[in-house]
């Protein structure tokens, strides 16, 4: 019988803890040349077997919160969505350059120490993505795994085992992500983190 989700959790906490590296450091490490909007990895940690993907990066300190190195972005694919109509499509950057086919759903905020902190959802704008209804992201939550995404295994199992574990937070985030945007402009740069919520192990 596996274990189950929070299980999963607190193994891999208590491993890290052990081993004297939590989880920041083991995708930025100390001695790498960390640059503001770079994601880390270069080219996004994505599941092999299920187009799953995160990425890490850090805002200039003024755009930070008070205490915050950075965050994780976490996004489904596009392709589970098939039959849904978005909300809004994710824009060309640049002409020769097309959006990656993912659809946001929630993001975690991580303190100066590499310690997580909480959750946060935002607008469209922020990740440039495929933008979908609350209640379709919430129907397919269950299939986010980046279990088998290149990178640290700690690090991979620990993020689907989060998700998996504050679920219902998570989903509570994305509707209130939705009642945020009630009558608003999915590119209103005044409106970026439209709900949060602590992540308490």
Same mark, same amino acid.
């Given at each position: 019988?596996?274990?189950?989700?929070?299980?999963? $959790?607190?193994? $891999?906490?208590?491993?890290?803890?052990?081993?004297?590296?939590?989880?920041?450091?083991?995708?930025?490490?100390?001695?790498?040349?960390?640059?503001? *909007?770079?994601?880390?990895? #270069?080219? =996004?940690?994505?599941?092999?077997?299920?187009?799953?993907?995160?990425?890490?990066?850090?805002?200039?300190?003024?755009?930070?919160?008070?205490?915050?190195?950075?965050?994780?972005?976490?996004?489904?694919? $596009? =392709?589970?969505?098939?039959?849904? #109509?978005? +909300?809004?499509?994710?824009?060309?950057?640049?002409?020769?350059?097309?959006?990656?086919?993912?659809?946001?759903?929630?993001?975690?905020?991580?303190?100066?120490?590499?310690?997580?902190?909480?959750?946060?959802?935002?607008?469209?704008?922020?990740?440039?993505?495929?933008?979908?209804?609350?209640?379709?992201?919430?129907?397919?939550?269950?299939?986010?795994?980046? =279990?088998?995404?290149?990178?640290?295994? +700690?690090?991979?199992? *620990?993020?689907?085992?989060?998700?998996?574990?504050?679920?219902?937070?998570?989903?509570?985030?994305?509707?209130?992500?939705?009642?945020?945007?009630?009558?608003?402009?999915?590119?209103?740069?005044?409106?970026?983190? $439209?709900?949060?919520?602590?992540? =308490?192990?």
């Amino acid at each position: 019988m596996s274990e189950s989700p929070e299980a999963t $959790l607190f193994a $891999l906490t208590e491993q890290m803890a052990s081993q004297g590296t939590p989880l920041v450091p083991r995708v930025v490490p100390p001695d790498c040349d960390f640059r503001q *909007w770079d994601h880390y990895p #270069e080219k =996004d940690a994505v599941s092999p077997s299920n187009k799953s993907r995160w990425f890490y990066h850090a805002h200039p300190p003024e755009q930070r919160e008070p205490g915050e190195h950075g965050h994780f972005h976490l996004f489904l694919p $596009l =392709d589970a969505f098939d039959g849904i #109509e978005p +909300l809004a499509e994710a824009k060309p950057k640049t002409k020769d350059k097309t959006p990656a086919k993912v659809v946001h759903f929630v993001a975690l905020s991580c303190n100066t120490q590499g310690i997580p902190t909480h959750w946060f959802t935002t607008n469209r704008w922020v990740t440039n993505e495929y933008f979908m209804p609350g209640e379709a992201i919430i129907e397919r939550l269950d299939l986010f795994d980046v =279990d088998d995404a290149p990178g640290d295994p +700690l690090v991979n199992g *620990w993020l689907t085992a989060a998700v998996a574990t504050f679920r219902d937070q998570i989903a509570e985030l994305v509707r209130e992500r939705d009642t945020a945007l009630d009558g608003q402009s999915l590119d209103d740069r005044n409106l970026e983190i $439209l709900s949060s919520g602590p992540l =308490d192990l």
